[in-house]
């Protein structure tokens, strides 16, 4: 049977989000016992919190998964750096981890609909970078996968800190 590589893709997303990433720990793995105070904290001051890390992180799985679905560069959804609630709640902090893993199971369902000839489609007409756009999915879902092991090893290091 010959190997697809939307598979191979899916495979990526799952293991940088929550399984055996080859990189060391998982996205949601450096996330694990983090307290609304923990999440909330700045260490260095000039560094985001881990907190809005993950309402970033959130913020572009919703962006690339609109994108697939809609086979457009849609605008970003939501903001790049969504402001974390003034009061370091447990019920926000675990209301923002839900919703960066519907998030990531939306990108997922939306990659599951996808064909390995969609791969090749750009999404906006020329490239840049800070919108992400004039890339093609198959870039776009690498640089998914990229994305959040690149913002777990952030963590991982705010983490020994606070």
Do not use: C
């Not at 994108?67 to 447990?90: F, K, M, N, S, T």
């Not at 890339?135 to 090893?153: N, R």
Request: net charge negative; charged share 20%.
């Amino acid at each position: 049977m010959p190997h697809t590589e939307l598979p191979r893709l899916l495979d990526q997303l799952e293991r940088a989000f929550h399984s055996d990433a080859w990189s060391g720990p998982s996205l949601l793995a450096t996330l694990i016992g983090l307290s609304a105070e923990q999440a909330a904290a700045r260490p260095i001051p000039p560094a985001h919190s881990i907190w809005e890390l993950v309402l970033h992180l959130r913020t572009w799985a919703a962006t690339a998964s609109a994108r697939i679905e809609q086979r457009y560069h849609v605008l970003i959804e939501g903001e790049d750096w969504p402001a974390v609630p003034l009061v370091a709640d447990e019920v926000a902090w675990q209301t923002a981890l839900a919703e960066l893993s519907k998030a990531h199971e939306r990108l997922l369902t939306a990659v599951q609909a996808l064909h390995d000839k969609d791969l090749n489609e750009v999404l906006g007409a020329e490239r840049n970078r800070p919108d992400g756009s004039g890339v093609s999915i198959y870039v776009l879902l690498h640089g998914t996968a990229q994305h959040y092991l690149y913002h777990a090893g952030q963590v991982a290091l705010l983490r020994k800190l606070v």
